[in-house]
């Protein structure tokens, strides 16, 4: 009998293990609240350092890991600089650096289509609209419960329904998350000619922060994809 993998979330993360199970011909479920890939507009973009690219590479068939870098920019463009409120640099670093210049190396991605590129193959595995609200554990299997009543069986649950996640809450429940107070807005537009003229030159060379007084700071990141050419890993 197959090994059944139900999954809570298909975020980054749910959707990445989905694709590896699938390549290893295990049967898996995904279950997501929202109704559609486009209903969550959470974040603009995502930095994937080499750690992220490789483990990506592992996880997606090859075509997917292909169009996940043709959508993406340059490694530089991903580093980050810090500046103060006149644009003076004040930090830089090329976070996880290890030297070598590859290139799956700090790659900036738009986060929706990263998740659309990592939903392809997997319509039929992924059920939108399904609230996980908790579970049940039997002797050698999982019954997992969903926000309309249903539910569903396999033989392992995987939480992968972020920071306020319904499956932590019912497996750790002493763990608990703590608000910062730290509050981020971000916004996004499309870099028509007129913007980028008007934006300072060290955007276009790294994610830049501004930081201003008052603790509050400002940062940008164009993404403007590159063609670059990548071979497959050993499998
Ligand atoms: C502003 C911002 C910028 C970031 N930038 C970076 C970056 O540049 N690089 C980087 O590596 N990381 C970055 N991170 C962190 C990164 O976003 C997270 O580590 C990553 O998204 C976690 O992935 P995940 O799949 O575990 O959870 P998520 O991406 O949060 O996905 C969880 C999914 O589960 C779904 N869900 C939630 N509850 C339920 C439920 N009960 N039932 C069913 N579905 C549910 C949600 O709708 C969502 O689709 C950033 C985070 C933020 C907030």
């Known amino acids: 009998m197959t090994l059944r993998v139900l999954i809570a979330g298909a975020g980054v993360g749910g959707l990445a293990l989905a694709q590896a199970l699938r390549q290893a011909d295990l049967a898996v479920t995904v279950f ?3 109704p559609t890939v486009r209903a969550d ?44 409120h006149h644009m003076h640099p004040l930090y830089a670093t090329d976070v996880g650096v290890d030297g070598t210049a590859v290139p799956r190396d700090h790659t900036g991605v738009n986060r929706l289509t990263l998740r659309q590129i990592m939903l392809a193959g997997l319509e039929r595995e992924v059920r939108f609209g399904q609230e996980v609200v908790g579970f049940e554990q039997t002797p050698d ?11 569903a069986e396999g033989d392992l649950l995987v939480g992968a329904d972020g920071v306020g996640s319904a499956v932590r809450a019912g497996l750790l ?27 300072p030159a060290p955007l276009f ?29 050993p499998r």
Do not use: H, M
């Open 32 to 34: 997501e609240r929202t």
């Open 41 to 84: 507009r959470r974040g603009y973009r995502i930095n994937i350092n080499r750690v992220g690219g490789d483990a990506l590479a592992a996880c997606l068939p090859n075509e997917l890991f292909r169009l996940y870098l043709a959508t993406s920019n340059d490694e530089a463009r991903a580093r980050v600089a810090v500046f103060n």
């Open 141 to 151: 299997r999982v019954r997992v419960l969903l926000a309309d009543g249903s539910t």
């Open 173 to 199: 429940p002493q763990v608990r998350t703590r608000d910062t107070g730290v509050r981020c807005l971000w916004g996004r537009t499309t870099l028509r000619a007129a913007l980028r003229d008007r934006l």
């Open 205 to 233: 060379d790294r994610v830049a922060v501004a930081v201003a007084r008052k603790a509050a700071s400002g940062s940008g990141g164009p993404t403007e994809p590159v063609n670059r050419t990548w071979k497959p890993p």
